[in-house]
């Protein structure tokens, strides 16, 4: 959806819905419940235009422990600046300091939207996703899923350390990506 910033009078909202159909076959391990809700609103002063409002879709994500697919909401808020190519710092403070504004740019006098509402969505993908904060995962073996049942291959030897040493180490495996998991509810479906 290529919007003219030329035809941007002050204000307008930009809403609907975008077929997630494009966006499939770019990930592994990732469906689409449904299409990519969004709702933005697109205020222009001369050639300076914000974009405030939210994207929301539901995917279907494989636990990186236990290997089950469950329902992942992304429900997202954006607020950027948009800014004309030309406009962009070639001092390299300057730059970091847009950054931390949120500050993309433009080409052509135009921009188009769904490039936007795409990169917010892959923004919002987690690289390893669980299915619940306490997800036991699979057991490693005789590979059952330990949500399910409890097998019977570590009993007696499982102590409270084992525990402890095996939880610490899975929090550390948990640091990919752990920061776009910070904003996201997670919903069971
Ligand atoms: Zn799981
Ligand atoms: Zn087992």
Known sequence: ???KIAEI???????????????????????????VEYSL????????LSVKGHVQCSLNLLCARCLESFRYEIDSDIDLQLLPREM????????????ELDVRYYDQ???????????????????RAICKEDCK???EKCGGNKNLNECKCESGRDTRMAQLL?????EEGDGHGGSQEKAIKVKKG
């Open 1 to 3: 959806m290529i919007i």
């Open 41 to 48: 609103k697109i205020g222009r002063s001369d050639k300076r």
């Open 166 to 170: 095996r939880s610490y180490l899975e």
């Open 88 to 99: 962009a710092p070639t001092d390299i403070d300057l730059e970091l300091e847009r950054d």
């Open 137 to 139: 995962g699979l057991c």
């Open 9 to 35: 009078e002050e204000e307008v909202v930009f809403s609907g819905i975008i077929c997630a159909d494009r966006f499939k076959s770019d990930y592994e391990n990732v469906d689409f419940f449904g299409p």
């Open 109 to 127: 006098d135009e921009i188009d939207l769904t490039e936007l509402i795409e990169e917010e969505v892959i923004l919002n993908i987690p690289m």
